[in-house]
């Protein structure tokens, strides 16, 4: 580890790793009180849910030593649909002295179907070394991560440490940000920072820290097929006449060759990562079943982080308790589309468009409607503020920390670069593989959510002893 940071004095390291074994208790129950508002925003689950999450949130900052607490909202055209709640809370800078931005999101996915929970999805239960519910790792834990180490932080600091620091909380990650450009115009120069820390990535495995060095960007559309310009009774017309479902499946099978590689022509790939993904341990961490081949070529983590990847996640077609002996005429999918570090969203865009249209089985007519685009993200590890997270992790675990890609995407991560082009950005992990995000059964590790919460203080106190931005040759 180099060593061209100044790093807090052994005696401030075990005070703040005491300090944070000592708010197990509270961080919990208050990780937990979060959990429990089903915040979602989506459209079609009660807004003021959302509302109560962000003033929830507020009320946490609001107890430490912070110059104001607000619940802002981006812009919007209509008066009926405000932009959704997001908590920012500031503390300005001693001359001379670096800021750092603390992100999360407070907002959730929607719980899905109650029967394939164990527990209560918005209560949070203790058990088996984890914490149980919708939130209680993505991205709450995040949160709670950023509330736990300042408390930390400011209880060894005192209230005016000359470190500035912003805490950005959103409310609609989940729903893909898409207030976030208007927000960040609306309040730019509060969002400003010479460091940024986004809580909402994972972890190499429990026990052992990592480091989200690059993040894939995405890629969002719906096709759709038509083969007739109404449905028809199957026996009298079936034969010369597939039905849409058949064809949109042939489609859809042209989007991968023989081995379950991506087949789209002008995407980007590349093979080289830092580290492996065992074999087994993939499996075991994704359910695979046994027999089931895995698809594409080359090493596990460079198929999930450094190439393309194009799944299916929703299709309409007829379902099967009111299906009749009928020729469907139209059917469509939703196709997302994850996108090499390093490849523009828009050309992928385009070159999906291009594939769907040019491979349409029979000549069935096909449309592709590009819904979102994401740019990907590739993290600087020699700056002088990763050092100082790979330092922190490695006091925090007791374990060095791996620098590892991720599959998932964090759109807005582009945005706050193009926004902050002087900004280190440092993507840290709550998750791990078992926790289950999005999925029945979300779950969080608290050992290593204590970890997280140490490493994150540690963090906070090596900024303050710079003396300069990090950006800069900090003293020593």
């Known amino acids: 580890m180099s060593t061209d940071f100044t790093r807090p004095g052994s005696e401030t390291v075990e005070a703040l790793r005491r300090s944070v074994v000592d708010s197990r208790a509270a961080l919990?129950?208050?990780?937990?009180?979060?959990?429990?508002?089903?915040?979602?925003?989506?459209?079609s689950f009660d807004a003021a849910d959302l509302d109560r999450s962000a003033e929830a949130v507020?009320?946490?900052?609001?107890?430490?030593?912070?110059?104001?607490?607000?619940?802002?909202?981006?812009?919007?055209?209509?008066?009926?649909?405000?932009g959704h709640p997001a908590v920012v809370a500031r503390?300005?800078?001693?001359?001379?002295?670096?800021?750092?931005?603390?992100?999360?999101?407070?907002?959730?996915?929607?719980?899905?179907?109650?029967?394939?929970?164990?527990?209560e999805p918005f209560e949070a239960v203790e058990k088996d070394g984890r914490l149980w519910g919708r939130g209680a790792a993505d991205d709450k834990a995040g949160v709670m991560a950023h509330v736990g180490a300042l408390r930390a932080f400011f209880?060894?600091?005192?209230?005016?440490?000359?470190?500035?620091?912003?805490?950005?909380?959103?409310?609609?990650?989940?729903?893909?940000?898409?207030?976030?450009?208007?927000?960040?115009?609306a309040h730019r120069d509060k969002l400003a920072a010479d460091v940024i820390v986004i809580a909402d990535s994972a972890n190499w495995e429990v026990g052992v820290p990592a480091l989200t060095t690059s993040l894939r960007g995405v890629v969002g559309g719906i096709v759709e097929v038509a083969v007739l310009?109404?449905?028809?009774?199957?026996?009298?017309?079936?034969?010369?006449?597939?039905d849409a479902p058949t064809v949109l499946s042939r489609l859809i099978a042209t989007l991968h060759d023989d081995d379950g590689a991506v087949a789209v022509e002008?995407?980007?790939?590349?093979?080289?990562?830092?580290?492996?993904?065992?074999?087994?341990?993939?499996?075991?961490?994704?359910?695979?079943?046994?027999?089931?081949?895995?698809?594409?070529?080359?090493?596990?983590?460079?198929?999930?982080?450094?190439?393309?990847?194009?799944?299916?996640?929703?299709i309409d077609v007829t379902e099967?308790?009111?299906?009749?002996?009928?020729?469907?005429?139209?059917?469509?999918?939703?196709?997302?589309l994850r996108i090499a570090p390093g490849q523009d969203p828009k050309v992928a865009g385009e070159a999906l468009r291009r594939h769907v249209e040019e491979h349409a089985p029979f000549g069935a007519h096909v449309t592709f409607h590009l819904e979102e685009t994401g740019q990907s993200f590739r993290a600087d590890t020699d700056a002088v503020s990763s050092r100082?997270?790979?330092?922190?992790?490695?006091?925090?675990?007791?374990?060095?920390?791996?620098?590892?890609?991720?599959?998932?995407?964090?759109?807005?991560?582009?945005?706050?670069?193009?926004?902050?082009?002087?900004?280190?950005?440092?993507?840290?992990?709550?998750?791990?593989?078992?926790?289950?995000?999005?999925?029945?059964?979300?779950?969080?590790?608290?050992?290593?959510?204590?970890?997280?919460?140490?490493?994150?203080?540690?963090v906070l106190s090596a900024l303050a002893e710079q003396e300069t931005s990090p950006g800069s040759s900090p003293a020593e």
Do not use: C
């Not at 919990?28 to 989506?42: N, R, Y």
């Not at 009320?59 to 405000?82: I, W």
């Not at 600091?157 to 898409?178: D, N, R």
């Open 320 to 336: 099967v308790d009111k299906a009749s002996n009928t020729i469907a005429a139209t059917a469509r999918a939703k196709l997302s």
């Open 155 to 185: 209880a060894q600091h005192g209230s005016e440490p000359g470190l500035g620091i912003t805490v950005f909380v959103e409310g609609e990650e989940e729903a893909g940000s898409p207030g976030f450009e208007a927000f960040l115009a």
């Open 28 to 43: 919990l129950e208050d990780l937990g009180a979060l959990v429990a508002i089903p915040g979602i925003a989506w459209d």
């Open 266 to 314: 002008g995407l980007l790939s590349e093979d080289h990562t830092d580290v492996d993904y065992d074999e087994a341990r993939f499996r075991a961490d994704a359910g695979v079943l046994d027999g089931v081949r895995l698809a594409g070529r080359g090493s596990i983590s460079s198929r999930i982080w450094t190439q393309p990847a194009i799944s299916v996640t929703g």
């Open 91 to 119: 503390k300005a800078a001693a001359p001379g002295r670096p800021t750092i931005l603390l992100y999360a999101h407070h907002d959730v996915q929607p719980p899905g179907k109650r029967e394939l929970w164990e527990t």
């Open 388 to 458: 100082i997270a790979l330092w922190a992790f490695e006091e925090a675990w007791g374990r060095p920390a791996v620098t590892a890609g991720m599959g998932g995407s964090i759109p807005f991560t582009a945005t706050l670069t193009e926004a902050y082009p002087e900004a280190q950005i440092l993507i840290t992990g709550i998750e791990d593989p078992d926790t289950r995000a999005h999925s029945a059964n979300e779950s969080l590790h608290i050992e290593d959510f204590l970890h997280a919460v140490t490493a994150e203080a540690l």
């Open 229 to 242: 310009d109404h449905a028809v009774h199957s026996g009298m017309f079936g034969g010369p006449i597939l």
């Open 58 to 82: 507020a009320g946490l900052l609001r107890e430490l030593p912070f110059d104001g607490v607000e619940v802002l909202r981006a812009p919007t055209d209509s008066e009926d649909r405000p």
